[in-house]
Structure formats: structure tokens, C-alpha cells
């Protein structure tokens, strides 16, 4: 992006206030998300098991004591599916942004910045399109850069090929 539109952009993002639930959310989710991806979550929840195992034959592996974990974790999912989520999303929208900077600040082709916004049946199309440019690639000895641009400048000179063809048929087939 150019300076002015970065400013913009920084102006914009800085403007823009989130209600207090939202910033609650955003800080719950970033703190739960950090602690329940590590290492000792991980122990403390084998650790509930383990409790919870030995504690069987206490219990005489009653229905209650099956009760009490299966709701312990069917509310802990619950609630976490969302925190996840949340989390999930922002991440891939800030990645989204630093990769459509990168795109904006090269020589590459913009045309795939917002690609997030297609279908799933026109991102199953621009896939089979570049894993047929990965396929020529790996062909050609040097590797070369192959972009839109260029297939499209390809396509229409074929195009102009068969159009060619076509009117010298044509033209065999009058003077017959």
C-alpha cells in the first residue's frame, strides 16, 4: 500500500471503538486460548481424568459419577468451541491483511487480494488453475514465474491461432 492509504487504513483501525463486551471478549478469549494451548492445560486435564478414573470404584462407577464427567466436558466443548472460534477468526483475519499487504507492496498481481470473498466453487477453480501452473513448472527446466496475466496473454494467442485456422477452412472451402 502507498502512504496514503496506509494512513488511512491506521486511521481508520484506530477510529474504529469496539463496545466493552466486545473488548472483554476479545481480551477473555486471547488469555483462555493462551492458557488452554499449553502444556500444563494439557497435564490438568489428564490429571481430571485420572482423578475422576480413580474414583470409580468409590463411587461404585455409578451413574452419577459417569454424569459428572460427561457434563464437565460437554460444557467445557461448548464453551470453547466459541472461544475457539473467535480466536480462529481474528487470527485469520489479521493474516489475511498482513498477506494482502504483501501482495499491495509487490510486483506480484493484486487480483487474488480478495480472494477470501469467493465461493467455494470459483476457489476450486482458481485452485485447479494454479496447480496447473505449479504442474508446468515443475516441466520447464528454469523456473519461471507464471501469473494470470501471462496465461491470459497465452489463452488469447491460442485463441487467435484457432480463430486463424478457422478462417483459412473457411477460405479453402469458398474456393472449392
Do not use: C
Amino acid at each position: 500500500m502507498n502512504n496514503l492509504n496506509q494512513t488511512t487504513a491506521e486511521k481508520a483501525a484506530k477510529n474504529a471503538k469496539p463496545n466493552k463486551l466486545s473488548q472483554f471478549f476479545n481480551r477473555f478469549s486471547a488469555v483462555i486460548t493462551k492458557i488452554t494451548g499449553g502444556v500444563y492445560a494439557f497435564i490438568v486435564a489428564i490429571a481430571i481424568v485420572v482423578i475422576w478414573a480413580v474414583t470409580g470404584p468409590v463411587f461404585k462407577f455409578s451413574d452419577t459419577w459417569q454424569l459428572v464427567i460427561n457434563t464437565g466436558t460437554t460444557i467445557v466443548t461448548f464453551l470453547m468451541v466459541f472461544v475457539i472460534q473467535h480466536s480462529q477468526n481474528k487470527d485469520t483475519i489479521a493474516l489475511q491483511l498482513k498477506l494482502n499487504e504483501l501482495i499491495a507492496a509487490s510486483q506480484a498481481s493484486n487480483k487474488l487480494i480478495s480472494i477470501e470473498d469467493l465461493t467455494d466453487e470459483e476457489l476450486e477453480v482458481m485452485q485447479k488453475f494454479y496447480a496447473h501452473l505449479s504442474s508446468i513448472t515443475k516441466k520447464e527446466k528454469e523456473n519461471q514465474i507464471h501469473s494470470l496475466e501471462e496465461q491470459k496473454e497465452i489463452l488469447e494467442k491460442q485463441q487467435e491461432n484457432i480463430e486463424e485456422n478457422i478462417n483459412e477452412v473457411k477460405k479453402t472451402v469458398r474456393e472449392k
